[in-house]
T-cell receptor, first 111, second 116 residues
Framework: GQQLNQSPQSMFIQEGEDVSMNCTSSSIFNTWLWYKQDPGEGPVLLIALYKAGELTSNGRLTAQFGTTRKDSFLNISASIPSDVGIYFCAGQLASNYQLIWGAGTKLIIKP | KAGVTQTPRYLIKTRGQQVTLSCSPISGHRSVSWYQQTPGQGLQFLFEYFSETQRNKGNFPGRFSGRQFSNSRSEMNVSTLELGDSALYLC???????????????FGPGTRLLVL
């Protein structure tokens, strides 16, 4: 079946550093969604992207819908301790509108 | 607008028992999806309901079932619980499936199930 490859699986960063993560696939997508999940809670929507090439920001977060429609990127600038958590991407397949999920990127801030 | 609510938040059961979890979507949303999340794992899709009909189903055994009511509230049931069913069960609602930006899913806080 269709798969989303999300990388990296985990990241150890210093406070203040910029963070980048991405999701790639061989399939074409209509929509990309980025979520953050805190421990014991449900994922919270961060950014939604609906058009190829679209670049959208939400505070220190910026996400882009890849021009090939097969990938998406999320960047976090000047990370702070509350950025820790698991970030998930989800893409809606153009072929059948099914929503599929990446395995998540765990963000950990080094003390 | 109230968010997605799930009850109960925490549940402890023993092997062989059955359990029913409940989800109330955002007002006006008609699509409800259920996911299982085990520690360190991503979201495993269980099923999706829209207008009281199951629209999609993931690769889970028949012990996992669900339904949706006319008010869009949904329940999922797991029969003959196994130890491996211990997980966070998440419910997400969207206004309508397969319709572009209306597909955006909003999650509840989840029900954490522990099977002993």
């Amino acid at each position: 079946g269709q798969q989303l490859n999300q990388s990296p699986q985990s990241m150890f960063i210093q406070e203040g550093e910029d963070v980048s993560m991405n999701c790639t696939s061989s399939s074409i997508f209509n929509t990309w969604l980025w979520y953050k999940q805190d421990p014991g809670e449900g994922p919270v929507l961060l950014i939604a992207l609906y058009k190829a090439g679209e670049l959208t920001s939400n505070g220190r977060l910026t996400a882009q819908f890849g021009t090939t429609r097969k990938d998406s990127f999320l960047n976090i600038s000047a990370s702070i301790p509350s950025d820790v958590g698991i970030y998930f991407c989800a893409g809606q397949l153009a072929s059948n509108y099914q929503l599929i999920w990446g395995a998540g990127t765990k963000l950990i801030i080094k003390p | 607008k109230a968010g997605v609510t799930q009850t109960p938040r925490y549940l402890i059961k023993t092997r062989g028992q059955q359990v029913t979890l409940s989800c109330s979507p955002i007002s006006g949303h008609r699509s409800v999806s259920w996911y299982q999340q085990t520690p360190g794992q991503g979201l495993q899709f269980l099923f999706e309901y829209f207008s009281e009909t199951q629209r999609n189903k993931g690769n889970f055994p028949g012990r996992f079932s669900g339904r949706q009511f006319s008010n869009s509230r949904s329940e999922m049931n797991v029969s003959t619980l196994e130890l491996g069913d211990s997980a966070l069960y998440l419910c997400a609602s969207s206004s309508a499936p397969g319709t572009g930006n209306q597909e955006t899913q909003y999650f509840g806080p989840g029900t954490r199930l522990l099977v002993l």
